[in-house]
T-cell receptor, first 110, second 114 residues
Framework: RKEVEQDPGPFNVPEGATVAFNCTYS??????FFWYRQDCRKEPKLLMS???SGNEDGRFTAQLNRASQYISLLIRDSKLSDSATYLC???????????FGSGTKLNVKP | GAGVSQSPRYKVAKRGQDVALRCDPI?????LFWYQQALGQGPEFLTY????????KSGLPSDRFFAERPEGSVSTLKIQRTQQEDSAVYLC????????????FGPGTRLTVT
């Protein structure tokens, strides 16, 4: 079983839509959680860290559910520029090893 | 300021050749990671350095893969006797901290083994 699982998508949404992705992780000892964004043929870039109480950054909201071992990302008022692959990342208790999901592809259409 | 840089950006190797991939992390970053990313997949952890010490190499797929960071800054990932399954993008990332932290990725080296 993979450490981190994501729906590969693609999610095809119109501009202005709200879209949500989930990611599940298998190890309950996981400590740190992140969402990264990766554009086609580019390197991953940090979108946001995910805190236990949930956190928001502009149009983006991340939440963590430790009991069910999943994290989510909500994007409101989607822009064309949000089109990318969103990678869920989980860090185990030893803090040195990071597990990436395979990514969820988002296409925002005009 | 300067980000993480990697060279070469593209490398084509014939099966059986040795290759060396270089990573220049952000100046002063203690932590350095190497990842392998196959097409359509997320990055897979290969190895981790804290300064010059290689603290975790559990992700290296075989003993043909070797990484070093002798002075705690520049790192090299070497792959001996390359095989076709080694074809992937090799990403380097660095971080200023040693735990629970964001990583800054380089542009990657796209390795194609023919």
């Amino acid at each position: 079983r993979k450490e981190v699982e994501q729906d590969p998508g693609p999610f095809n949404v119109p501009e202005g839509a709200t879209v949500a992705f989930n990611c599940t992780y298998s190890n309950s000892a996981s400590q740190s959680f992140f969402w990264y964004r990766q554009d086609c043929r580019k390197e991953p870039k940090l979108l946001m860290s995910v805190y236990s109480s949930g956190n928001e950054d502009g149009r983006f909201t991340a939440q963590l559910n430790r009991a069910s071992q999943y994290i989510s990302l909500l994007i409101r008022d989607s822009k064309l520029s949000d089109s990318a692959t969103y990678l869920c990342v989980v860090n185990k208790i030893n803090f040195n090893k990071f597990y990436f999901g395979s990514g969820t592809k988002l296409n925002v259409k005009p | 300021g300067a980000g993480v840089s990697q060279s070469p950006r593209y490398k084509v190797a014939k099966r059986g050749q040795d290759v060396a991939l270089r990573c220049d992390p952000i100046s002063g970053h203690v932590s350095l990671f190497w990842y392998q990313q196959a097409l359509g997949q997320g990055p897979e952890f290969l190895t981790y350095f804290q300064n010059e010490a290689q603290l975790d190499k559990s992700g290296l797929p075989s003993d043909r893969f070797f990484a070093e960071r002798p002075e705690g800054s520049v790192s090299t990932l070497k792959i001996q006797r390359t095989q076709q399954e080694d074809s992937a993008v090799y990403l380097c990332a660095s971080s200023p901290r040693t735990s629970g932290y964001e990583q800054y990725f380089g542009p990657g080296t796209r390795l194609t083994v023919t």
